[in-house]
């Protein structure tokens, strides 16, 4: 399964390149994980064009984006907004 992983990583880094012309530069994972070795060792032979930054222990960036999501829901109960309008008020809740 760890090799499918990266495999799966490997053809989503090059087809994102190929398609947008851009190149990664850096790739963040969860510092803690079995598939961590397989995805470091792929960064270490692309560096330094690829970067690989972990996310600090314990702290999930997953927990903000549900933050931000029940902020949204909150403005959206309040003022009554119809959904077209979540994108701008993710925007807000991320500025703010």
Not at 46 to 58: F, G
Not at 79 to 84: D, E, I, N, Q, Y
Request: overall charge positive; glycine content about 4%; aromatic content about 10%.
């Amino acid at each position: 399964m760890k090799d499918e992983v990266l495999e799966a990583f490997i053809k989503f880094h090059a087809g994102v390149e190929r398609e947008t012309g851009q190149k990664f530069k850096w790739v963040r994972a969860k510092n803690a994980g079995e598939f961590n070795a397989p995805l470091e060792a792929y960064c270490k032979l692309q560096w330094p064009k690829l970067r690989l930054e972990k996310t600090a222990p314990k702290t999930p960036p997953e927990r903000m984006n549900r933050t931000i999501e029940k902020r949204v829901r909150c403005m959206f109960s309040h003022a009554k907004l119809p959904k077209s309008f979540w994108g701008e008020a993710t925007k807000t809740t991320v500025d703010v």
